[in-house]
């Protein structure tokens, strides 16, 4: 009798190579080091940029953000310098676990990023970020079957998709709910791993990216906000909690066993961020805007904490007077700009036809796009060096029917230095400095991973048919969906991207069996989910909270 396939993925969100490779030499994850003497080890490259959203999108279709359509957390409203968060409906490409409901495969997906609001499927989905804050004191499990909550509110009754619903708390406390997010995320993944019904089990833990973004300056005794204090009593807070991950995939391999296939990965790395570019502060500087430094004094000390809990314009407007309404986003005036940012390093042509107040002529598109490239790669930092590495063209790095969504160009910048839409300075580089600014912020991160130092994650796989020992190159995070088909016997869809990895054992099953292929999948999402005002407001509230807005 055929054993059956099964899939376990485990995400450990942001986790970098480099710190992970330490703590396994080290032994402070010997359940992982176990994991890796016995199957495939190597770097998983990201996505461009390597952020959480496009990269697990990315994972989930195995396709490129140009067909799956999703470059960050936000994308802007047509016809409009609006933006609203992304939500589940909105990949484009069926997710992998669609692919194998559409099959009669039963998957279950826990905290997978973009999961909300959660939808059917054959299985059951416990959701992820980015998701609206639940009560104070309760928990915030949106699952599918709705039933499924209850059923968890008894294991997990303080479940949190993440640890921040407000302002930032100081470290003992921010680490203290860090930990507790964890031990109830491993409740409900334990309890679900032995419903044996399912093919494909994923669970994604994304407190560790939360404890490096706010606790890097801790490890980093170059960090120019790091402290011998700040060392003295935080210096292990990220290893300790990588050993606690450690020890619950230990938990969960004793429950799925060998013959399950089982991969850890993440969706890219992380280190040290010393200062925050406000982009459009900067596309100001090389005269691609025009700023007021009046109106955006204006937002700085009246609306600032206002526009970090709700966003951008859409939201704001609904509470802010029209008059004052020019201050938002940045003190932009649009009528006179080329160029425009709101979502971190990427950036768009101020276009005649498609932006509302677009001044550049289709045909002077490629023109001003060349010349903008040029002035913002020349710009030097404060220590004299580029501020940035790499301008990308759109289509230098993106391909399919989602292209139209993608900016028109993507910056790079050097190691340390953040993209962000705007800074609360008014300047276009915010150096990090202790002496000088209140690190419990949010948005003032002191970790990060915006850069092509930070382009790789992590990739382990283990099983009865993977190769024992090996080490792979040039694994990519687009390679795991087709991957896991491999594994499972299923076909693979001609649009997906990514290739099946090398890593299976020569003589074992899914290394003589040939690989399969089918017709493209369809190209749309998921079906539209209920999703309210308030609901979108709280996200994007929660975003920011979080330090993506701004």
């Not at 470290?171 to 709910?177: G, H, N, W």
């Amino acid at each position: 009798m055929q054993q059956r396939r099964r899939v376990l993925v485990v995400g450990f969100d942001g986790a970098p190579l480099g710190l992970v490779n330490r703590l396994v030499q080290e032994r402070r994850m010997p359940t992982l080091g176990g994991f890796a003497a016995k199957g495939v080890q190597g770097p998983l490259r990201s996505t461009l940029p390597p952020q959480s959203l496009p990269a697990w999108p990315s994972f989930a279709t195995g396709m490129n953000p140009g067909k799956h359509g999703i470059y960050s957390f936000f994308k802007l409203e047509p016809g409009r310098y609006d933006i609203r968060p992304f939500r589940s409906e909105d990949i484009r490409g069926m997710a992998i676990w669609d692919y194998l409901s559409s099959l009669g495969h039963r998957s279950i997906l826990v905290n997978v990023p973009l999961t909300y609001p959660p939808y059917e499927i054959k299985g059951a989905m416990v959701s992820g970020f980015p998701a609206p804050p639940g009560p104070p004191e309760g928990d915030e499990l949106r699952c599918f079957p709705e039933s499924l909550a209850e059923e968890l509110r008894a294991i997990a009754p303080r479940y949190k998709v993440d640890p921040q619903a407000g302002p930032r708390p100081k470290d003992d406390k921010l680490l203290a709910i860090i930990n507790q997010v964890l031990e109830q995320r491993a409740k409900v993944v334990l309890h679900l791993l032995k419903d044996e019904s399912w093919e494909l089990f994923i669970v994604v833990f994304t407190c560790s990216d939360r404890i490096e973004h706010s606790f890097w300056r801790h490890i980093d005794p170059h960090h120019p906000a790091s402290t011998p204090e700040g060392r003295r009593r935080y210096g292990t807070a990220i290893d300790d909690f990588y050993q606690a991950l450690d020890d619950i995939l230990g938990s969960m391999l004793k429950i799925v066993g060998d013959s399950t296939t089982t991969i850890v990965l993440s969706d890219h790395g992380h280190t040290s961020q010393i200062a925050h570019v406000g982009v459009n502060q900067l596309l100001a500087e090389v005269g691609a805007l025009d700023y007021s430094r009046i109106h955006y004094r204006l937002t700085k000390d009246g609306l600032q904490d206002t526009l970090a809990s709700l966003g951008l314009l859409r939201l704001a407007k609904k509470m802010i007077p029209k008059r004052v309404r020019s201050a938002i986003p940045l003190g932009i005036d649009f009528s006179k700009a080329t160029a425009y940012c709101y979502r971190f390093g990427a950036i768009n042509i101020n276009l005649e036809g498609r932006d509302p107040q677009g001044t550049v002529r289709k045909e002077d598109y490629e023109v001003v796009r060349n010349g903008l490239a040029k002035s913002l790669m020349s710009y030097k930092c404060p220590m004299g060096e580029p501020l940035i590495e790499k301008i990308y063209k759109r289509e230098e790095i993106y391909w399919g029917d989602r292209l139209d969504l993608a900016p028109d160009i993507l910056a790079i910048f050097r190691d340390g230095y953040g993209p962000r839409s705007w800074n609360a300075t008014g300047e276009a580089i915010q150096p990090i400095d202790s002496s000088q600014f209140d690190l419990s912020r949010c948005v003032l991160e002191c970790g990060g991973h915006h850069w092509f130092s930070t382009m790789e994650g992590i990739f382990f796989a283990n099983g009865s048919a993977i190769k024992q020992g090996a080490t792979i190159v040039g694994a990519e995070i687009i390679d795991i969906a087709p991957t896991i088909l491999h594994v499972l016997s299923l076909p693979i869809p001609n649009n997906m991207d990514g290739k099946v990895l090398s890593i299976f054992e020569p003589s074992s099953e899914p290394a003589l069996r040939s690989i399969q292929h089918t017709s493209a999948l369809s190209t749309e999402g998921p079906k539209a989910s209920p999703w309210s005002p308030e609901e979108e407001r709280a996200v994007m509230k929660r975003l920011a909270d979080l330090g993506y807005t701004g």
